[in-house]
């Protein structure tokens, strides 16, 4: 890439930030997000729920501590595009592989740098999601505007086919004490990891999977990952969701998969203003009234007033009391729209996990 290369960003709204191109040099779209988590930048452009979107990092200095292997939460960068304040092309990390730049190039993702992150965060804080193209390449306003009315609304868009993975595969620790099939709508490799570090052997299946497919495996409960995308749209996985809650066994569901079984246990989901996404959102736990800090990235959330009445609101956002938790009365059938696992973020939240395998083991 050519130092100092010239990039824009534009908004919906008509908007323009002029900034200097990273990454590949092209031009990418999407609606505009962002982050307020101080670290683990690969893990969150690694996280398959990111597709679709371009995400400004709210920290001010990007790629300084460089990318490593083991830091991955899914096998490239899902994020359509990168804004940042600065961007470091070195890093400073002794473990650190390659630096961002470098597998920036290698995925294919355009981003922008050395714009006012801050201006842009507040804009989008007062008018809410928006879609926006960031391009190095189409340096023409008029042009560019043409090609970012071809981008596809966030709002009725499903992307979990993107991601999801088309052949089963099992990860199963030496000692394993349960048998968990996981619907991978997207899923990040720290809720398997998390699973087989609790004595799981987790089959993960395509979310085309059939309830019969995954029964085949003689599971003891179901886990439900997150994803990209809009749930409402989702009708053949709200009606796999809703033969998986019916059944008598364990079903844990996460982020997208939170949203799905609220869909299928008869709630709505609402498109969020400007969603959540950070490593430092706080959450209370409405059954022992603790409040964990935790990690999230949603759009989208369970509208908590159509709540049927067999199923109980468990976790409630600290920030804005939206949904953040449920569970289906007299059954161990749960769900938490933010990320337990983590990865980046605090682990306050990896309870649930404990829970989850406790309701195995019962």
Excluded: W
Aim: glycine share 10%.
């Amino acid at each position: 890439m050519q130092q100092n290369q010239a990039a824009i960003l534009l908004l919906e709204d008509g908007t323009v930030f002029k900034g200097i191109a990273i990454g590949k040099i092209g031009t990418t779209g999407g609606e505009i997000a962002f982050n307020t988590g101080m670290t683990g930048y690969q893990e969150v452009f690694t996280d398959p729920s990111y597709l679709g979107q371009l995400l400004i990092m709210n920290t001010a200095h990007i790629g300084n501590y460089g990318v490593h292997e083991a830091e991955i939460e899914s096998e490239s960068i899902k994020i359509a595009g990168l804004i940042t304040k600065k961007f470091s092309n070195g890093y400073s990390r002794v473990a650190a592989e390659e630096s961002l730049q470098a597998l920036m190039e290698r995925n294919g993702t355009v981003g922008i740098s050395d714009i006012d992150t801050r201006a842009l965060v507040r804009h989008i804080r007062n008018k809410g999601a928006m879609n926006a193209m960031i391009s190095s390449e189409i340096l023409d306003i008029a042009a560019l505007s043409e090609k970012l009315k071809e981008v596809p609304s966030m709002d009725g868009l499903e992307l979990s086919s993107r991601v999801s993975t088309n052949e089963a595969y099992e990860v199963c620790p030496e000692d394993a004490k349960y048998r968990v099939s996981l619907l991978d709508l997207g899923v990040k490799k720290n809720i398997v990891r998390c699973l087989v570090e609790r004595g799981c052997h987790v089959k993960v299946f395509p979310m085309t999977a059939t309830k019969a497919e995954l029964d085949a495996f003689q599971p003891d409960g179901y886990m439900l990952s997150n994803g990209p995308g809009d749930p409402s749209v989702m009708t053949e996985s709200i009606a796999l969701v809703k033969e998986i809650a019916a059944d008598n066994k364990p079903v844990f569901g996460i982020c997208l998969g939170h949203q799905l079984l609220g869909l299928a246990l008869g709630a709505r989901t609402v498109k969020m203003p400007q969603g959540h996404h950070g490593a430092n959102h706080p959450v209370k736990d409405l059954t022992t009234g603790k409040v964990e800090i935790t990690s999230m990235n949603h759009g989208f959330a369970i509208d908590t007033q159509s709540l049927p009445s067999d199923v109980s609101q468990t976790h409630v956002s600290l920030f804005d009391g939206s949904n953040c938790g449920i569970q289906l009365n007299g059954k161990p059938v749960f769900s938490v729209q933010y990320h337990p696992e983590a990865s980046p973020g605090p682990q306050d939240s990896h309870y649930i996990f404990e829970r989850f395998v406790a309701a195995l083991e019962n």
